[in-house]
Nanobody, 125 residues
Framework: VQLQASGGGLVQAGGSLRLSCAVS????????MGWFRQAPGKERDIVAA????????YYTDSVKGRFTIYIDNAKRMVYLQMNSLKPEDTAVYYC???????????????????WGQGTQVTVSS
């Protein structure tokens, strides 16, 4: 599985960005796709995840109501729509893929085996 993330940039607080992740290679119905972020000096944390079917989603508490993850299976694209951005959302964002049969594991970093390159998101105050 190969992943290519794009869409980062500089935006003012309150603004919006949409990140895209192009997926290539073999995938299965049990795959989950995740967006992670890593700020300077901090660990890489889950932001949101979605099952390959699109039927299950996961969001970390800090982005609920502001971010939306969705998937276009036909195009093999995963998106993260980010609204009402805050300076604390500033980080390098990564897309990732893994395999799990449980919704609980969607939020676990250990679930994800494949990682794309990061895309920088900077939110100015």
């Amino acid at each position: 599985v190969q992943l290519q993330a794009s869409g980062g940039g500089l935006v003012q607080a309150g603004g919006s960005l949409r990140l895209s992740c192009a997926v290539s290679g073999r995938t299965f119905s049990g795959y989950v796709m995740g967006w992670f972020r890593q700020a300077p000096g901090k660990e890489r944390d889950i932001v949101a995840a979605i099952s390959w079917s699109g039927s299950s989603t996961y969001y970390t508490d800090s982005v609920k109501g502001r971010f939306t993850i969705y998937i276009d299976n036909a195009k093999r694209m995963v998106y993260l729509q980010m609204n009402s951005l805050k300076p604390e959302d500033t980080a390098v964002y990564y897309c990732a893929a893994g395999w799990t049969t449980t919704a609980r594991a969607m939020g676990a970093t250990s679930t994800y085996d494949y990682w794309g390159q990061g895309t920088q998101v900077t939110v100015s105050s």
